[in-house]
């Protein structure tokens, strides 16, 4: 598995600390796991293959080659899969906001959607406008 995980890294051109940032370890981690100083956890596959949208079977087996590494996933899948992480692992405002926006979207009636739109794009249009972004 440490080589899948080198090579899994590699073709997603992070450095072992950008990797690791997306599954909360460190960069040392991420190298005592490449070189096997350290076995690879259950809970880190699960957070690599959730992160990543990796093949769990491919990355503990191998099986079906560099064409077996991701999952293919629609929308709707990756979707649920980032809702599910939010709602496990982000801070309390986040996921009382995810809340409240899915709430939202089941209690609107779908006349008044293009309002809501509008008014998400006006919020996007000032952030940027502060951060002296162009929009």
Request: proline share 1%; net charge neutral; glycine share 6%.
């Amino acid at each position: 598995m440490k080589e899948r995980l080198k090579n899994l890294r590699l073709i997603l051109n992070l450095s072992q600390e950008a990797f690791g940032k997306r599954i909360n370890i460190t960069r040392s981690h991420i190298s005592s796991l490449e070189n096997g100083a350290r076995n690879i956890t259950d809970r880190i596959i699960s957070d690599i293959c959730r992160e990543f949208n990796v093949n769990e079977h491919w990355f503990r087996t191998g099986e079906g080659g560099d064409s077996n590494i991701f999952l293919k996933m629609n929308a709707t899948e990756i979707t649920f899969n980032h809702f599910g992480y939010i709602m496990e692992n982000a801070i309390p405002q986040k996921k009382a906001l995810l809340v409240a926006l899915v709430e939202m979207a089941y209690s609107i009636p779908d006349e008044n959607w293009d309002y809501i739109v509008e008014q998400f794009q006006s919020c996007l249009i000032e952030s940027k406008k502060q951060k002296g972004e162009t929009y």
